[in-house]
């Protein structure tokens, strides 16, 4: 069984992401933002759905598609 992920969770998931692959975001707003998109586009799936983020290129959005 899968807990529930909150917006803290996910906003510091995406700070050490972001810390580790050297990206500067020193206000954490980019993380901050890239964890309310990632629980938006969450909520559209039953709970445990496990999503992988990909990149639209000719959108320029992110997408999340279930594995």
Request: some cysteine.
């Amino acid at each position: 069984m899968y807990g529930q992920v909150r917006l803290d969770d996910l906003t510091a998931a995406a700070t050490a992401f972001m810390q580790r692959t050297g990206w500067d975001d020193e206000d954490g707003e980019l993380a901050a933002d890239m964890a309310a998109g990632a629980l938006e586009a969450a909520a559209g799936y039953p709970p445990g759905t496990r999503l992988r983020p990909r990149f639209d290129h000719a959108e320029e959005c992110r997408t999340f598609t279930p594995e």
